[in-house]
């Protein structure tokens, strides 16, 4: 699954920390602007306490979580739609990924500059989704009055259809709005896709809160308005503290858990940011177990048995038989795989099966 979710914002936001806390890639980080010019790509595990509980009832010599990748883009600022800065570089990098984590101060602090010398997430939220929408707005002008051309003069089945879609988007995006803010059809949501428009990706609102509101995010001002802000174009938001949360990927697995404990959070900042982006980039986890490994596969929802045995290897998709299928839910509460089956929960599953999250799939092919 080549999907992945790029963390943008201004610059000196927490953007690098950010990604740096992920993925331990060491990105560079400075206190000034376009300290990372090229974007910065990392691999990440994906937290899934599914799989030890998998390895407790079907042991396996190792256990290999799912993975995907976070690109790290400079910082943008305003006037990148027309090059300012180093824009439309930046712009293409968005272009580039999936999915867009909107990372935003969130935090008082004199000794980390703020471009724009204030601390209002509102303020940079817009500044960022301006640009994406201006830049989307000159490259729909183009395609518009191209395509209402050949709607007009040729009678085009396929240039109707997309001028329709042209006619929705344009408005939206004179009034200064991101076309994520509009609902598609599916047939229309093929021809947005086509569009490569930067305002129409998913976006998940990432504050970057002060350590001390980590217990209690909510509290924080800064993030409420973040919060209503994403709720108001049907997006999420959460908080993380990305100082923090970097200093604590370095520690090992208990001294994290006594500093989380300490903190009074049950979860890191990081393991819901990951889930959580996993989620926007519309992905979900099926399993293999037993045997040489237990391990956790990625697989974009909506995907058919075939398809999803073709991860594991082309020859799987090539030779697919069937998918014996069992549900994460269900191992867990009958507690062996052979309970599963004298259940009757155990399913075999043939070619147009859409496989879902959780699933524990024994694919059989022959080639």
């Not at 990392?42 to 799989?51: A, N």
């Not at 209402?148 to 396929?158: F, H, I, P, Q």
């Amino acid at each position: 699954m080549a999907l992945t979710a790029g963390i943008v914002g201004l610059p000196n936001v927490g953007k690098s920390t950010l990604f740096n806390a992920i993925t331990k890639a060491g990105a560079e980080m400075a206190n000034y602007p376009f300290a990372t010019i090229d974007p910065n790509v990392g691999m990440v595990e994906v937290p899934d306490s599914r799989l030890q509980r998998i390895d407790e009832i079907e042991p396996a010599k190792k256990i290999i979580h799912t993975t995907f990748e976070f690109t790290d883009i400079a910082g943008i600022v305003k006037g990148a739609s027309k090059g300012e800065g180093l824009g439309n570089k930046f712009l293409e990098n968005i272009r580039q990924v999936d999915a867009i984590v909107h990372v935003v101060r969130a935090f008082d602090n004199d000794n980390i500059t703020h471009v724009s010398n204030k601390i209002s997430p509102l303020d940079d939220i817009d500044t960022i989704n301006l640009e994406l929408v201006l830049a989307d707005l000159e490259a729909v002008n183009k395609r518009y009055a191209k395509v209402e051309k050949v709607a007009r003069t040729t009678k085009d089945k396929d240039a109707i259809a997309e001028f329709k879609v042209l006619e929705r988007i344009k408005p939206v995006l004179e009034a200064g709005k991101s076309v994520r803010t509009l609902e598609f059809n599916e047939e229309e949501q093929k021809i947005v896709k086509g569009l490569f428009l930067l305002s129409a990706k998913p976006v998940l609102y990432v504050a970057n809160i002060a350590e001390d509101d980590m217990a209690d995010p909510d509290a924080s001002k800064y993030f409420q308005e973040v919060k209503d802000f994403a709720s108001s174009e049907g997006s999420q938001a959460l908080a993380v503290c990305a100082q923090t949360e970097e200093e604590i990927a370095e520690l090992d697995d208990d001294d994290r858990q006594d500093f989380l404990e300490a903190e009074g959070v049950e979860e890191s900042g990081l393991d819901r940011l990951i889930k959580a982006s996993y989620k926007l980039l519309g992905l979900a986890t099926f399993f293999t177990a037993g045997g040489k490994e237990t391990r956790a596969w990625t697989f974009k929802k909506g995907m058919k048995a075939p398809q999803v045995a073709g991860i594991i290897h082309s020859d799987f998709e090539r030779g697919f038989i069937r998918a014996e299928t069992v549900s994460f839910d269900d191992l867990d509460q009958y507690g062996s795989m052979q309970a599963v089956k004298e259940a009757g929960k155990l399913r075999l599953e043939g070619k147009e099966y859409v496989v879902s999250d959780g699933d524990i799939i024994d694919f059989r092919f022959n080639v």
